[in-house]
């Protein structure tokens, strides 16, 4: 089965502990990026990558870090939280940039900092 | 300036009636992507529906149409014979082609739909 797979799905932590959130897919997909959800404010990305090793920054990268060594994976880090990041996070993946691509979409990671 | 507006915080549309959801976007680039999600509850986000920009006709899929109109910049969403288990957030998002937005989506905030018996 095609899927997009994020880990964990809810986690509370403390403001400052590192944590990262893995994501992976089994579609071989080129396309990988984070989104971050707030109330009233829709999805924003956080950072992309468009094949292993090639990442770069969305719109709201501030905080994050991220990683594309293998294919497949595409953890995002969170070096130092802060209450401002608590928020609902989705990974999403495609085949490739084209416009009719199908984009996955993980079952989404529940964040709050404290 | 938004990417992606949707005017309509909160939609309420009995069971069985059609219901059409408003988007209109902002774009320079003559080849985009136009989708529609549905988000429960539960937080998962549910593909509905794509529009390509140079789609003569309009996507439909089940009772799910997109009515797309390219001088207005508008992508509304229709669900006809709606049902309960369509309450959902609705999202509209778009994907440029190209340049230095290349692969990301545009997301507008959302509409909160509500279906009542």
């Known amino acids: 089965e095609a899927q997009v797979t994020q880990n964990p799905r809810y986690l509370i932590t403390v403001t400052g502990k590192k944590l990262t959130v893995t994501c992976s897919q089994n579609?071989?997909?080129?396309?990988m990026s984070w989104y971050r959800q707030d109330p009233g404010l829709g999805l924003r990305q956080i950072y992309y990558s468009m094949n292993v090793e090639v990442t770069d920054k969305g719109d709201v990268p501030e905080g994050y870090k991220v990683s594309r060594k293998e294919k497949r994976n595409f953890p995002l880090i969170l070096e130092s939280p802060s209450p401002n990041q608590t928020s609902l996070y989705f990974c999403a993946s495609s085949l490739s940039l084209g416009l009719s691509n199908t984009i996955y979409f993980g079952e989404g990671s529940w964040l709050t900092v404290v | 300036a938004q990417k992606i507006t949707q005017t309509q915080p909160g939609m309420f549309v009995q069971e069985k009636e059609a219901v059409t959801l408003d988007c209109t976007y902002d774009t320079s680039d003559p080849s985009y992507g136009l989708f529609w999600y549905k988000q429960p509850s539960s937080g998962e986000m549910i593909f509905l529906i794509y529009?390509?920009?140079?789609?003569?006709q309009n996507a439909t899929e089940g009772r799910y149409s997109l009515n797309f109109q390219k001088a207005r910049k508008s992508a509304n969403l229709v669900i006809s014979a709606s049902q309960l288990g369509d309450s959902a957030m609705y999202f509209c998002a778009m994907r440029e082609s190209g340049g230095s937005t290349l692969g990301r989506l545009y997301f507008g905030r959302g509409t909160q739909l509500t279906v009542w018996p």
């Open positions: 579609m071989n997909h080129e396309y």
């Open positions: 529009q390509g920009s140079y789609d003569q």
